[in-house]
């Protein structure tokens, strides 16, 4: 299948080349971190702070839940008294207990998903202090009720991975409604903010040339991508960048996150598979010398200074190994701000390669309605 570079100028006029309508779900960002937020302010979890503060916040759930997981772990960081667990899938550790505050979470609304009922029981047998969110009347409304649990219902409309601020939100509001430190008030208005940017900025209808997302797509095409972050923030933003990649475009990806990590990989640009390796019996001459990557260096100004560091010899590896780098930059005073503007942008480079690749997104996926 190749790569039509005409398709990304005429998406914004032309229904057909985004099927799914992920380009326009991709645009709500800023108002699923407003609505978020004003529902579970309101869904009465004073209950939360009245029962002190928990051991540990454990975040169960699959998929786009999970990730927030890992988001609410990022930006709350070392500062947080407690502990916070991500466990992906639908069993809780043996560990948990009546101390731990276990917030479970399904996006579905109308499927029968027994995995997270499952674990809404398993909490309450063992006398866990409990939250459920999802949307009004979600599979978690019922079971949440019958053990006395409460249930945030936020409104969530789409399909699961561009859902991810509502949920973070969430999470993060629901966190802070139980007494402990979170975001600060003004944080949410500036995400908020900075996604409109994006959504400004990376809009279908704004031509390639200036399009920084529609630029990205055009910069990876036909390459490997190859994402580091060496920063807690840009370390999140390069392993969603690698799985919306192929969630939407079916494109592989390679993504690093640690110092260390980031070293390995930037070793093995000079290896057999690129064109800075030595050559062997194996290249076939008439199809070039080895595969093409392109290195996308997400770069924090508030990153620690080993971390910069280490991300800045990456990027001298890179460029001695040959390979094309691209260089983004996170923007904003609030990890959470800076957060949401690289993968807003990201998010959007990766369903513009779908685009131009002519790739369906939504083939097997679950849409909720």
Same mark, same amino acid.
């Given at each position: 299948?190749? =790569?039509?570079?005409?398709?990304?100028?005429?998406?914004?006029? @032309? !229904?057909?080349?985004? /099927?799914?309508?992920?380009?326009?779900?991709?645009?709500?960002?800023?108002?699923?971190?407003?609505?978020?937020?004003?529902?579970?302010?309101?869904?009465?979890?004073?209950?939360?702070?009245?029962?002190?503060? /928990?051991? +540990?916040?454990?975040?169960?759930?699959?998929?786009?839940?999970?990730?927030? #997981?890992?988001?609410?772990?990022?930006?709350?960081?070392? *500062?947080? !008294?407690?502990?916070?667990?991500?466990?992906?899938?639908?069993?809780?550790?043996?560990?948990?207990?009546?101390?731990?505050?276990?917030?479970?979470?399904?996006?579905?609304?109308?499927?029968?998903?027994?995995? &997270?009922?499952?674990?809404?029981?398993?909490?309450?047998?063992?006398?866990?202090?409990?939250?459920?969110?999802?949307?009004?009347?979600?599979?978690? &409304?019922?079971?949440?009720?019958?053990?006395?649990?409460?249930?945030?219902?936020?409104?969530?409309?789409?399909? !699961?991975? $561009?859902?991810?601020? &509502?949920?973070?939100?969430?999470?993060?509001?629901?966190?802070?409604?139980? #007494?402990?430190?979170?975001?600060?008030?003004?944080?949410?208005?500036?995400?908020?903010?900075?996604?409109?940017?994006?959504?400004? %900025?990376?809009?279908?209808?704004?031509?390639?040339?200036?399009?920084?997302?529609?630029?990205?797509?055009?910069?990876?095409?036909? +390459?490997? /991508?190859?994402?580091?972050?060496?920063? !807690?923030?840009?370390?999140?933003?390069?392993?969603?960048? &690698?799985?919306?990649?192929?969630?939407?475009?079916?494109?592989?990806?390679?993504?690093?996150?640690?110092? *260390?990590?980031?070293? $390995?990989?930037?070793?093995?640009?000079?290896? /057999?598979?690129?064109?800075?390796?030595?050559?062997?019996? =194996?290249? @076939?001459?008439? $199809?070039?010398?080895?595969?093409?990557?392109?290195?996308?260096?997400?770069?924090?100004?508030?990153?620690?200074?080993?971390?910069?560091?280490?991300?800045?010899?990456? %990027?001298? +590896?890179?460029?001695?190994?040959?390979?094309?780098?691209?260089?983004?930059?996170?923007? #904003?005073?609030?990890?959470?701000?800076?957060?949401?503007?690289?993968?807003?942008?990201?998010?959007?480079? +990766?369903?513009?390669?779908?685009?131009?690749?002519?790739?369906?997104?939504?083939?097997?996926?679950?849409?909720?309605?």
């Amino acid at each position: 299948m190749e =790569f039509e570079e005409y398709r990304l100028d005429d998406v914004a006029t @032309d !229904p057909r080349l985004d /099927p799914g309508g992920l380009l326009r779900q991709a645009a709500t960002g800023a108002a699923q971190v407003r609505r978020s937020r004003s529902a579970v302010l309101e869904a009465g979890l004073d209950v939360l702070a009245q029962e002190g503060r /928990p051991r +540990s916040v454990v975040i169960v759930g699959t998929g786009i839940t999970a990730f927030s #997981g890992d988001v609410l772990e990022v930006l709350l960081g070392t *500062g947080l !008294p407690v502990p916070v667990t991500t466990v992906e899938g639908t069993r809780l550790p043996g560990w948990v207990g009546a101390y731990d505050l276990v917030v479970v979470v399904a996006v579905a609304s109308g499927q029968d998903d027994a995995g &997270a009922v499952a674990v809404v029981v398993e909490a309450a047998r063992r006398g866990c202090r409990l939250l459920a969110v999802g949307v009004p009347g979600g599979p978690l &409304a019922g079971p949440a009720e019958q053990v006395r649990a409460p249930y945030a219902a936020v409104p969530l409309s789409g399909e !699961p991975r $561009t859902l991810l601020w &509502a949920v973070a939100t969430a999470l993060l509001t629901a966190v802070g409604t139980a #007494g402990l430190r979170t975001v600060p008030e003004d944080g949410y208005e500036a995400t908020a903010v900075a996604l409109e940017d994006a959504a400004h %900025r990376c809009a279908p209808g704004v031509d390639t040339s200036t399009n920084p997302a529609k630029v990205l797509a055009l910069e990876l095409a036909g +390459s490997l /991508p190859v994402i580091w972050g060496t920063s !807690p923030v840009t370390a999140l933003a390069a392993r969603r960048f &690698a799985s919306q990649l192929a969630a939407d475009a079916r494109y592989p990806a390679l993504a690093a996150g640690t110092p *260390g990590a980031v070293e $390995t990989q930037a070793a093995t640009l000079s290896g /057999p598979l690129f064109p800075a390796g030595e050559r062997s019996i =194996f290249d @076939d001459p008439e $199809t070039g010398a080895g595969l093409r990557p392109r290195v996308v260096l997400l770069k924090d100004d508030h990153a620690a200074p080993q971390d910069a560091a280490a991300l800045d010899g990456a %990027r001298l +590896s890179a460029l001695g190994a040959g390979a094309a780098v691209t260089e983004i930059a996170a923007k #904003g005073a609030g990890p959470m701000e800076r957060l949401a503007g690289l993968i807003a942008l990201t998010d959007y480079a +990766s369903l513009y390669l779908a685009v131009a690749y002519a790739v369906e997104p939504l083939t097997n996926t679950l849409v909720v309605r």
